[in-house]
């Protein structure tokens, strides 16, 4: 049988022994910068150019071309996005959306139609908040949770069991505070942080929501969470 083989993709500008440790999970891990595209705080935020669920892969098509090459060079099966990633809201935020099984979760308008085309068959939950990924974490298809209230309410409004947790001391680039959904990525039962919560999470509030759905925690810094626009895991097919 045939073993499927495991990349993460990460900002390049994280710090090193957070990339090491990471490395200890994968098979590689892709450093992921860009120059003059959009705004320099996401400038090296995977997400933002790059959208995954669990079938798909939607990568910007003005994404750099090392994107690319370590794509088709490691044999991970994408498509190529209709729109390009600028410096507006609207067009940094194309491929910042989130998708289960079931819903797919974005502000209405904002999504590439190469996305909203796989995504059809999913029931399309309209939120606030067009960086949808970099501040939400999905556990599974009824739990989830965010550092963003206005996302909190659409949530709750549609009967999922949802976590709010505070934006405060998590950081980013050229901003005061990032997203929770930006610091993180679940792969193969693991939610991996970039940072540590416990230095956020005084009564362990989120690593409780977190550990009983049988998810472990890995934080790959002893530093507060660092919002490098998530970590992305991919797999050759």
């Not at 935020?45 to 088709?72: G, L, Q, S, T």
């Not at 976590?163 to 998590?170: A, E, R, T, V, W």
């Not at 929501?209 to 507060?224: G, P, R, S, V």
Request: aromatic letters at 14%; glycine letters at 6%.
């Amino acid at each position: 049988m045939k073993e499927n083989i495991m990349y993460a993709i990460i900002d390049a500008r994280t710090e090193k022994k957070a990339i090491k440790k990471l490395r200890n999970y994968v098979n590689d891990v892709l450093l992921f910068k860009s120059e003059c595209i959009t705004y320099n705080s996401i400038s090296g935020h995977p997400d933002i150019f790059i959208y995954v669920d669990k079938k798909n892969i939607v990568i910007a098509p003005n994404a750099p071309r090392y994107v690319f090459d370590f794509f088709e060079l490691n044999k991970i099966n994408f498509k190529i996005g209709n729109k390009s990633i600028g410096f507006t809201l609207k067009n940094s935020t194309l491929y910042n959306c989130l998708s289960n099984k079931k819903y797919f979760f974005h502000k209405k308008n904002f999504s590439d139609n190469t996305i909203l085309k796989l995504c059809y068959n999913k029931k399309f939950i309209n939120l606030p908040q067009a960086y949808t990924r970099c501040s939400m974490v999905c556990i599974d298809e009824n739990n989830y949770i965010t550092s963003d209230h206005g996302i909190e309410k659409i949530l709750k409004i549609n009967k999922f069991n949802t976590l709010y947790f505070s934006p405060k001391k998590i950081r980013i680039i050229d901003h005061r505070n990032g997203f929770l959904g930006g610091t993180c990525g679940l792969y193969n039962r693991k939610l991996f942080f970039n940072g540590n919560i416990d230095l956020h999470d005084k009564d362990f509030k989120l690593r409780n929501f977190i550990e009983k759905f049988n998810i472990e925690i890995i934080n790959l810094q002893d530093d507060f969470l660092y919002d490098g626009g998530g970590i992305l895991f991919v797999k050759n097919d």
